[in-house]
Every structure is written in structure tokens, then in C-alpha cells.
């Protein structure tokens, strides 16, 4: 959420004291005021303050506690989150968001072919009897053979 447009103002508002829609609306009108009417001086504001701004906002809104939870998610969640980041900071979202889904359709499909089982319960002359446990698609093909 640190990118996002508002959550710096919004954090700012909130730790003021604002509480109220008259705060939210302040908070608009002031900032629509600076940026047309001060726009000059806004633009003498360096790159790098705005990027520390913007990082200390990150900083301050990460729920720091859910770094916990990726010891009890599933390992190919995890390396998609973690494959997920890095590729949206290395290319863009759009291509992160395509090579998460396949590697997470992937993965899945993985996790379903290794969770079959057959059992044979029955066999009478040229008949026999099989239990099928587990999803019968392509990936699992194998696992049926006997």
C-alpha cells in the first residue's frame, strides 16, 4: 500500500486527529490548494525526499506480524509471494501477476498428481475392483497405471 496516492495523506490525517469527513474533505481541499496554487515550490522538492517519504509510509503501514504467517503457508504460496515481488520490481505487475498464476496453476497441479491413490479391492476372474483416491486428471495419469 505504499505507492498508493492517498495513504500518505490519509495516514498524516489520521495521526493528527482527524476522525471526521470535514477532516477528510480539509485534508482534499488542502492538498488540491497546494498542488495548483504552490506548484512551483512543490517542484524544488527532491526526487529522493518524496522516494523516503513514500519508503518511511511502506515502512510504517507494513503489518510487520504477517511475515509470521509464510512459515505456516503452503511452500509454493510462499515462493509465489516471493516470486511475486521481485518480478513486479524487476518488470511490472501485470507480467508478476501472469507468472505467479502460472506457477501457482503449476504448483497445483503438482500437489494434486502426488495425493492419488489406488487401492485394488476385488478380483474375480478377469475383473478387478480399483478405489480411486485423488483428482483424475493429466497429472496424475501416471499414478493409475498398473
Not at 505504499?2 to 481541499?29: D, E, H, P
Not at 478380483?123 to 478405489?131: C, I, L, S
Amino acid at each position: 500500500q505504499g505507492g498508493c496516492a492517498l495513504i500518505a495523506q490519509s495516514l498524516l490525517n489520521v495521526g493528527s486527529g482527524g476522525r471526521s469527513r470535514v477532516s477528510g474533505f480539509v485534508m482534499g481541499v488542502t492538498l488540491g490548494l497546494s498542488v495548483f496554487c504552490l506548484a512551483p515550490i512543490m517542484a524544488e522538492i527532491p526526487v529522493a525526499a518524496l522516494v523516503g517519504l513514500i519508503t518511511l509510509i511502506a515502512l510504517n503501514t507494513f503489518a510487520w506480524s504477517s511475515i509470521t504467517l509464510v512459515l505456516r503457508i503452503n511452500f509454493i504460496d510462499a515462493i509465489v509471494v516471493v516470486l511475486v515481488t521481485v518480478v513486479t520490481v524487476w518488470q511490472d505487475l501485470c507480467v508478476a501477476v501472469v507468472i505467479g498464476t502460472i506457477i501457482n496453476a503449476l504448483g497445483f497441479a503438482w500437489t494434486a498428481a502426488t495425493q492419488v491413490k489406488v487401492e485394488s479391492d476385488l478380483e474375480t476372474g478377469d475383473k478387478r475392483v480399483f478405489h480411486l483416491k485423488g483428482p483424475l486428471f493429466f497429472g496424475s495419469a501416471m499414478n493409475y497405471k498398473m
